[in-house]
């Protein structure tokens, strides 16, 4: 079915010029842009996105890198959007991330991996809500 995924171009990528050539590989793949913004987080806006990791001992670090810049969330759909996604973005660790994806092109280490996926349908939608309002996900 058709459904939505919720992505954000993290502080290292956007900082190093990589947001159009990732948002190319996004759209070649298939995905519809529904909404997208660049903004930036506070620290403890981004302890809030990433509060499943809060007992993790890089949830600071975490905190901290993401609230280096600027970042560019966006709201995606397509046929299998999470799972797809995923694929095309590549493993959280680049030096394991497969020949061709967005982390193993851009990422930089395992923290500053370029770009985020949501692992769900339910997360894709809680953390497209942290981002834009109802209106803006036409
Ligand atoms: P993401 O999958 O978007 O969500 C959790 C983030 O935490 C992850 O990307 C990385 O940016 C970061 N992360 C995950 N594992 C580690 C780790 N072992 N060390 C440092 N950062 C990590």
């Given at each position: 079915a058709t459904n939505r995924?919720?992505?954000?171009?993290?502080?290292?990528?956007?900082?190093?010029?990589?947001?159009?050539?990732?948002?190319?590989?996004?759209?070649?793949?298939g995905f519809r842009?529904i909404?997208?913004?660049?903004?930036?987080?506070?620290?403890?806006?981004?302890?809030?996105?990433?509060?499943?990791?809060?007992?993790?001992?890089?949830?600071?670090?975490?905190?901290?890198?993401?609230?280096?810049?600027?970042?560019?969330?966006?709201?995606l759909e397509k046929e299998n959007a999470?799972?797809?996604?995923?694929?095309?973005?590549?493993?959280?660790?680049?030096?394991?991330?497969?020949?061709?994806?967005?982390?193993?092109?851009?990422?930089?280490?395992?923290?500053?991996?370029?770009?985020?996926?949501?692992?769900?349908?339910?997360?894709?939608?809680?953390?497209?809500?942290?981002?834009?309002?109802?209106?803006?996900?036409?």
């Amino acid at each position: 079915a058709t459904n939505r995924t919720f992505t954000m171009i993290k502080p290292d990528a956007v900082a190093d010029g990589h947001t159009g050539a990732i948002i190319k590989m996004i759209e070649e793949a298939g995905f519809r842009i529904i909404a997208l913004k660049k903004t930036q987080l506070t620290s403890e806006q981004a302890g809030k996105f990433y509060a499943v990791h809060s007992e993790r001992p890089f949830y600071s670090s975490l905190c901290a890198y993401m609230s280096s810049g600027p970042i560019v969330p966006m709201i995606l759909e397509k046929e299998n959007a999470v799972a797809d996604f995923r694929t095309l973005i590549g493993a959280t660790n680049p030096a394991q991330a497969a020949e061709g994806t967005v982390r193993k092109l851009f990422a930089k280490s395992i923290e500053a991996n370029a770009i985020h996926g949501s692992d769900s349908d339910e997360n894709a939608a809680i953390e497209g809500s942290f981002f834009f309002a109802g209106v803006e996900q036409y």
